[in-house]
Each structure stands twice: as C-alpha cells, then as structure tokens.
Antibody
Framework: EVQVLESGGGWLQPGGSLRLSCAGS????????MSWVRQAPGKGLEWVSG????????YYADSVKGRFTISRDNSKNTLYLHMNNLRADDTAVYYC??????????????WGKGTTVIVS | SYELTQPPSVSVSPGQIASITCSGD??????ACWYQQKPGQSPVLVIY???KRPSGIPERFSGSNSGNTATLTISGTQAMDEADYYC??????????FGGGTKLTVL
C-alpha cells in the first residue's frame, strides 16, 4: 500500500525551530515529487512547499520563503521540512503529500494523516 | 498574488447533479485539481490536470476548466459525497494555490 507518514510536530514558542519528517512507503520514493500542505484550525488548505523527485528543484509559498527549507533523503525514503523563526500563524496541521510524477508536485494523490504544529 | 474563488457552500438533493465552481484570472491556462476533505480526515484527490480522475475515484466525479472558471461536477450525488471541496491551480509563475473551499451539503 502506498503511504506517507508525518512526524515531528509539537508545541513551541515564537521564534523557535522545528523539523518535520515524512516517511514514504509502498512506492519508488525518488521517482515522485513531494509537497507539504498545511491547514490552520478551522481554515482551508495552504500549500507550503514542494520538491521534485531528485530534490534538485524546490518551491515555496511566499508566506514561508526564507524561513522554511524542504529537503529529501531518497536513500531513506524521507522528506523533511525545516522550519525556522516560527510565528503564531504557522500553527496548523502539516500534511505531507505525494505528487503524481517525478516533477509534478502540484497534483497530490496520496496524503498523510498530518502532524500538528502549535506556535504559542 | 494569484487568488481562486469558490462559493462557501453548495446544496444538492441526493441523486441530482452538484456543480462547484472555482474562479481565477485566466484559470483555463493553468492546471486545475480538486480535493475532497471530510471532517477529521485528510484530503483526497478527486480530479487532476483539469479533468482526469485518479484510480478509485467514482465516474460520477468529473472536471472541466476553461476561461476563468474550473468546475467540479458530481453526477448522481450521494450522501457520502458530503464534504468540503477545494480547487487548486498551478502554473510555473504562480506555483500552487488553493481556493477557499466549498462545503457541499447533500440534503
């Protein structure tokens, strides 16, 4: 079964840092682009960042550019999101999502259950 | 920044056709996707690249995208289709943008 599983969420104070992880299984991880999408409590979906299968290309929403860094370790089938200088409005459930192809990080066909980040 | 606009809510009777619109400047020139999210669950991709259906998604879900509007159509709507639906667009200049979401109620 194709799955992605997030971890690393938690509670922290403004200005802090956190690293989220996403483990992929059931598919050839390096052949698929990946994205992070977040959802603040009671709000809609917000795309955060994406990367191609090789990790050679990365993309960010303006709201996190310069503070968040996406990376992947294909030898470990794991995607990361390094978050620095966190703000209260970064509070959300963070989802990891698999793209439908090596470069298509924007059509997300498999989603994890999410990990919660609270900045307060 | 690029914006997508969806109606906050749409109501439909069981067995009828539900249409959910998503508007954005020259949206037809971008790829559009649709996601379904039920309470307490993760989103599910129901339409990608304007009108393609992932495996496992019922044929009653279809999509179109032209001009400034993308539309998700659910034919023969069932009670299980009650959910929030989000449109999403991409192109190389705007990256990924989600609409605000539409709550579909099956009365």
């Amino acid at each position: 079964e194709v799955q992605v599983l997030e971890s690393g969420g938690g509670w922290l104070q403004p200005g802090g840092s956190l690293r989220l992880s996403c483990a992929g299984s059931g598919f050839s991880f390096s052949n698929y682009a990946m994205s992070w999408v977040r959802q603040a409590p009671g709000k809609g979906l917000e795309w955060v960042s994406g990367t191609t299968g090789s990790g050679g290309n990365t993309y960010y929403a303006d709201s996190v550019k310069g503070r968040f860094t996406i990376s992947r370790d294909n030898s470990k089938n794991t995607l990361y999101l390094h978050m620095n200088n966190l703000r209260a409005d970064d509070t959300a459930v963070y989802y990891c999502a698999k793209g439908i192809g090596r470069d298509d990080y924007y059509s997300m066909d498999v989603w994890g259950k999410g990990t919660t980040v609270i900045v307060s | 920044s690029y914006e997508l606009t969806q109606p906050p809510s749409v109501s439909v009777s069981p067995g009828q056709i539900a249409s959910i619109t998503c508007s954005g400047d020259k949206l037809g020139n971008k790829y559009a996707c649709w996601y379904q999210q039920k309470p307490g669950q993760s989103p599910v991709l129901v339409i990608y690249q304007d009108n393609k259906r992932p495996s496992g998604i019922p044929e009653r879900f279809s999509g179109s995208n032209s001009g400034n509007t993308a539309t998700l159509t659910i034919s023969g709507t069932q009670a299980m289709d009650e959910a929030d639906y989000y449109c999403q667009a991409w192109d190389s200049s705007t990256a990924v943008v989600f609409g605000g979401g539409t709550k579909l109620t099956v009365l």
